[in-house]
């Protein structure tokens, strides 16, 4: 099993941004894809985006598409979620989550794919 913990999330202005991390311990990190959801009030939680086990695949959501980057450093055991151009309608808990595989596929937005997940990180985006 491995333990996420998620940080760097905060309240921004709109067109803001911001970087989350995800600190992962008690698994070997490079092995598996990682991926980021997030989860607004009274919505269910949402595929934001994922990242194969090198970093050389990357999916996006069409939402975040272009303002959004995932990244990760398997040296520091830790992936990134950049976000640009922030809009209120980003506003949620943000989850990092480990995948049960190393490569990504279109699957890979399902949450059934991921088999562990941090506590979350709330970012709040204000007009």
């Known amino acids: 099993q491995v333990q996420l913990v998620e940080s760097g999330g905060g309240l921004v202005q709109a067109g803001g941004s911001l970087r989350l991390s995800c600190a992962a311990s008690g698994r070997t990190f490079s092995m598996y894809a990682m991926g980021w959801f997030r989860q607004a009030p009274g919505k269910e939680r949402e595929f934001v985006a994922a990242i194969s086990w090198s970093g050389s695949s990357t999916n996006y959501a069409d939402s975040v598409k272009g303002r959004f980057t995932i990244s990760r450093d398997n040296a520091k055991n830790t992936l990134y979620l950049q976000m640009n151009s922030l809009t209120t309608e980003d506003t949620a808990v943000y989850y990092c989550?480990?995948?049960?595989?190393?490569?990504?596929?279109?699957?890979?937005?399902?949450?059934?794919?991921?088999?562990?997940w941090g506590q979350g990180t709330q970012v709040t985006v204000s007009s």
């Open positions: 989550a480990a995948a049960r595989r190393a490569d990504i596929t279109p699957s890979i937005r399902d949450r059934t794919a991921f088999g562990s």
